[in-house]
């Protein structure tokens, strides 16, 4: 079994998933997915995911719980919650739909980079356990080299991404790279502040044949930030696969600590 | 009292905000937020808000109903509903945060525009009544003089937006202005389809002081489709003030019909 599906599973402490405090909040962000993917009640297949992080996930087991508020003909609405004993430490909605062909087009440019295999590796060591999990292959934007407090007026990060070990992509590991960009602010300033997401927003232009048709591909991912103000700031991104699909746009609030 | 005021404060038919279907949505985004502001546990301001339409709502009362799930130091979550008889009509989570002076940042760039006074107000009729509530000079991107199902490649739109009767800017009131934009693919397409939002997600950059400083003032809005597909699209959209001060950025889904 493929160390993502044994974790997005498990509703409980996950070290290979371990972050700076809890786990990584892509995989809990995917957890609340999968919670709504496994419904027996299910219509449809993911149009858009907003979790909020309410608070860190101590070790130990916790409870993802997905619910049908209201299905239509062909949409249905969803609420999530992710509970650790008595409290909330994620709240959640979702809209699951039926979809058809139309009219298409995408706005948004795909940048062009080199192929992923003409992009090294990172050299530098993983801070956290979960960056192992992923292979980041970084374009532009990589982690700042010297942490030198130098305002580089720009936060734009492009990457190639997949699982390591590579894994067929589905709504659930979609939802997690979703969440795989380093923290902006890290990279604006060039200064390392604590810091946590507290907001994640996943629309899915992906319906189930594009992930099928990317497989185990790359992902190509790009995003920067918007507006960074007391204490918080945001980050618009998209995901495209090698073939230039988009397969996804996703925005973010973090927190910052100074 | 200012039309906004009456209507945001009423949970019933509001006839000078009726849309094609039932209410604008901005208006019951603002009803949400302001669900959460009026309670008596809020903590701190606005930080994000996410507001899933579940369905159309009828003439008729309803009830918005906003809970703290949970309480933290200095941050709040909220989950929404929105319910007209037995039914669900939105599902919503919000966050708010006391927030404090950090170093800060504004990298998405403010467009280069005419002032408001130069900028020429549309003289086509409105299609529904809502519209009349607000003041849009559109600097960029209006409404398709012609709808000649001319694919324009492009989606973008700046205006400058204020209540109409000018009204002091607050977090409901921002909050309605962030769902202004006319949809994406009528420009994008010139092209008349029946649609609506499904997901509406605002960032609140803003602080109180920055409400105040914007005061009656204009507001600068541009927006941006990303990704037109299978019956949905989403863009994403910045708001700024007169001084060029970032209030929020936001995102939504629509669906549309063929």
Redesign the interface.
Known sequence: MHPFDVAVANADTNPPWRNFIGPFGGLTAAQAMRAVLVHPQRLGDP??L?V?F??AIADGPYEVIAQP??T?RS?Q???I?VRQGD???L?????T?V??????????EVPQVPRPSDVPLPTTPARVEWIKRYEMRFVEGAFPAQWDNA?T???LTRLWLRDNPPRPLDFASLTAMSDCFFPRIWL??AHFVPLGT??M?V?F?A?EEDLKQTGTGYLLGQT?????????F?H?A?VWNEAGT?LA?T?Q?Y??K?
């Not at 979809?99 to 948004?108: F, G, K, P, Y």
């Not at 920067?224 to 918080?232: D, E, V």
């Open positions: 149009v858009a907003t909020n309410a608070a508020v209201r239509n949409t609405h969803w609420t919650t409290e909330v430490v709240t959640g909605i979702a809209m739909a979809r058809r062909d139309t009219w298409a087009a995408t706005e948004v305002d007026g720009r936060s604006r300033r507290v907001t927003t629309y232009h319906r920067r930030g918007q507006g960074f103000r007391a204490g918080y945001d618009t998209q988009l746009t925005t609030v927190y910052f100074e």
